[in-house]
DNA sequence: CCCGATACTGAGCGAGCGCTTAGCATGCCC
DNA sequence: GGGCATGCTAAGCGCTCGCTCAGTATCGGG
């Protein structure tokens, strides 16, 4: 009870640079209840409550409710674009650079569904200025993936006529992995992940050789 | 003024079948509200406020703000349904069935976004029996997708290894849209019901002839 | 010309919200 | 061991929420 390496959820915690102790403890607990509720209809006294404190004590941590959103948002959404640089980055032929991606990518939002539910679903409840800062990380998540479509295409490995309105529909389709996946279901974050990496495949064109030996990782 | 044929969003009513015209009227200002605001932060005063009425007028025609809710998000699930079942239903090979199917799914969440919004996403916001309501209305949405699919494999157009998994994957990339597209974007909702339905043939496998060829309608 | 039904409003109730404040325990420096 | 940050709680402030209710304007039927 006093080491809180996992949330109720039973995900992991990416949130160790999180201190001291008690504010972390509150971020966890408001990222639980703004994923199972959504923000606005989460109270601070839920929040509180989950992480075993008073109401008052969110205060002494946080100025406002919505600076715990936004603390969630950001190191969500630096996460996110981490684990796509870390894929796009590494060696190997665009296919398998967009293979990577798009599992780890994918088992991100599946595994820590909680977390990526708030990330990728409760922007809107942010004000204007903490928005706009989440809204220029979420262009770099966006130009990290067209840039892997690009090489793939200058390379004549990858057939797509649109590459911003297909790059948009590989991020749509690993984003919304975070609203239907269920932890009691039959797939495991990895299936996903692996079924995603094929059908983006296809929807580059990646011709069928390539295809199946880009997946094979784990 | 009164004749109310387009929202303020100016998209169009399919909401003809709800009566008298103030109960419809409240129900389309709460749609907007939904839409923009999320039903948890949208109140009945707002709602009752866009329909040009006081918010006791709310509880003349609805029991509850969450019966708006039920209301909007069963006739939308049920539109959205008609739609694939028309187009499901038509003559022609799978890959044109499904291209038909994909892009008339995706012309109505990018077009009627504001509905479609409410209609995906506040799914969460409904109590217990509502909510079952409505997924036995979406397993029927998932059933039609999937016809169509088994249907292209059983001919052998498609080569789909998981058609669960496709299926899921397909009606996620559709559904999304209606998150991420806008109106004052650079894309029409015709041109994103063409790309969707190519890129879906793509997931498929449908070979590179038949996809050409199965696109081509309004 | 009055009747009841219908559609609506103005005022406001009880509850719960985000957030504040006064005060108490703890531990560290001198 | 006294002084004082630090981290927390109990209580509650001001406000807005979903919703209610008594009263009013309108109108078709007898």
Redo the contacts between chains.
């Keep these: 009870m006093s080491t809180a390496q996992e949330t109720a959820g039973g995900e992991l915690q990416p949130w160790a640079e999180v201190t001291p102790d008690a504010a972390r403890r509150l971020l966890v607990a408001a990222v639980e209840a703004f994923a199972e ?2 923000y ?2 989460t109270t601070t006294r839920d929040i509180a409550g989950r992480a075993g404190m008073s109401p008052a004590a969110l205060y002494i941590h946080y100025k406002t409710k919505e600076e715990l959103l936004h603390r969630i948002s950001r190191i969500g959404h630096e996460k996110a674009l981490d684990i796509l640089r870390t894929a796009g980055g590494r060696a190997g032929s665009p296919a398998e650079r967009l293979a990577d991606a798009v599992s780890s990518f994918v088992r991100w939002h599946a595994g820590g569904r909680t977390t990526a539910r708030v990330v990728q ?1 409760e922007l ?2 942010l004000g204007a200025d903490a928005r706009a800062e989440i809204i220029a990380l979420r262009r770099q998540v966006d130009a990290e993936v067209r840039a892997i479509i690009e090489d793939g295409v200058a390379a004549g490995d990858f057939d797509v ?2 590459v911003p ?2 790059t ?2 590989v991020l ?2 690993c ?3 975070a ?2 996946f269920n932890v009691d279901g039959p ?1 495991t974050p990895e299936m ?1 992940g692996d ?2 990496a ?2 983006v495949l ?2 580059v ?1 990646a011709d069928r050789r390539k295809r199946s030996g880009a997946d094979g990782q784990k």
């Design positions: 509720r959504g606005h209809a679903y809107d409840s006529p649109d309105g297909t948009l529909a749509s389709l984003i919304d992995v609203r239907w797939r996903v079924l995603y094929d059908l296809r929807m064109g």
